[in-house]
């Protein structure tokens, strides 16, 4: 695809007294915010990333970008599709001929904020720059081995989204929570994977014991799953109950009734008590047959009862009933190894199986996952 450079107008600094903050007063809809934005949001739920490069193309080649804020959107979206189809090397020269920034903070300079234009966004101030631009821009170097160089940027995210979090109101105030948790969550996948079991709690518990911080049951029971991970059962199994007593016996809310259950069931495998961790996991599809944890974490118990008939009924139900949901690689990739301890001829089951991804999966599966 060919590059193309973004041009965005001179700009035009001032200042106004009577200004808006865009986050509390939300466009009317996607395509009022951004060209054709609700269909670009309809091919991403839908793992469609080719089409929407050459969407993206299109626009950028008939000029159907008329503001500053389009031009960054766009580049998003462009930027979020190469490395869904993991082109990293494509990602990173489309952002670096965009930017034309060597440091580390480009999107911080006066040419992405609203009063910079302010015959384009008159009362309004801030940065235009998508928030989901700047957690690319801090992830790209991960890809290609600059793991620090990531970890680093996200760091500097977090002090951003936190000094925006304590100084917001109204939903802009509660959207900068929801991005801190993200950026936290994110930070903590870096130290869990080279196993810095320590920084994880730490950040986790300075999350959820922070003043004025509105922890719910998922973020809670996050932290109970990090302290897992750290050795540290007991504490666990605390925070648990307490995720527990926040959701209650009553709610009728079946996703947080799940994650009750499924944390249950996580308490059991740590134990091997598979089938109590089973029963558990049984009471979620029940309430929720989309719960693709539940179906896969249920299929590896039964694995490990040595039930590998079953197990593999459980897999395949799923990717039959709802491929949408189901159809991920994790689940493809224990599934394809209960194939090889189950049957003789698993080169030709999982080719059956390959042959069917090809047809039904999004652009950024990733076919290596069936060994075939």
């Known amino acids: 695809m060919a590059e193309t450079t973004i041009t965005i107008p001179e700009p035009q600094i001032t200042r106004d007294t009577n200004v808006v903050d865009p986050l509390n007063n939300p466009y009317n809809s996607f395509n009022s915010l951004c060209h054709d934005l609700t269909s670009l949001q309809d091919l991403a739920c839908r793992g469609s990333w080719l089409t929407i490069l050459d969407k993206i193309a299109r626009a950028r080649s008939l000029s159907l970008l008329t503001k500053p804020h389009e031009h960054l959107i766009y580049l998003?979206?462009?930027?979020?599709?190469?490395?869904k189809l993991r082109r990293f090397n494509d990602a990173h020269t489309e952002?670096?001929?965009?930017?034309?920034?060597?440091?580390?903070?480009?999107?911080n300079s006066p040419q992405y904020r609203y009063e910079t234009y302010p015959h384009h966004y008159p009362n309004q101030q801030g940065s235009m720059a998508p928030f989901a631009l700047r957690w690319l821009h801090a992830h790209l170097p991960s890809t290609i081995d600059k793991k620090q160089q990531s970890l680093d940027r996200f760091y500097t995210l977090l002090d951003l989204v936190r000094e925006n979090r304590r100084t917001a109101d109204g939903k802009s105030g509660n959207l900068w929570q929801k991005r801190e948790v993200?950026?936290?969550n994110t930070i903590v996948s870096y130290h869990l994977s080279v196993k810095e079991f320590k920084v994880c709690?730490?950040?986790?518990r300075g999350l959820v014991n922070e003043?004025?911080?509105?922890?719910?049951?998922i973020m809670l029971s996050k932290f109970g799953y990090v302290q897992m991970q750290y050795g540290d059962l007991e504490g666990a199994k605390r925070t648990f109950r307490e995720v527990e007593k926040m959701v209650g016996s009553g709610n009728e809310n079946v996703g947080l009734r799940n994650l009750v259950s499924r944390n249950k069931a996580l308490m059991y495998l740590v134990g091997k008590d598979y089938v109590s961790a089973v029963r558990e996991y049984e009471e979620c599809i029940e309430r929720d047959g989309l719960?693709?944890?539940?179906?896969?974490?249920k299929a590896l118990c039964l694995m490990y009862l040595r039930d590998l008939s079953d197990s593999i009924k459980v897999l395949e139900n799923a990717l039959e009933r709802v491929p949408t949901v189901a159809l991920n690689e994790t689940l493809v990739v224990n599934l394809c190894s209960m194939y090889e301890?189950?049957?003789?001829?698993h080169p030709d089951v999982k080719k059956t199986l390959s042959n069917w991804i090809a047809r039904v999966a999004p652009d950024d599966f990733d076919s290596s996952c069936t060994r075939t």
């Open 211 to 217: 003043k004025g911080f509105d922890v719910d049951a």
């Open 291 to 297: 719960d693709a944890v539940a179906i896969n974490n």
């Open 182 to 184: 993200f950026v936290v």
């Open 201 to 204: 709690v730490d950040l986790m």
């Open 341 to 345: 301890l189950a049957y003789v001829n």
């Open 95 to 107: 952002l670096e001929s965009h930017l034309e920034d060597d440091d580390d903070h480009p999107l």
């Open 76 to 83: 998003t979206f462009n930027l979020l599709s190469l490395i």
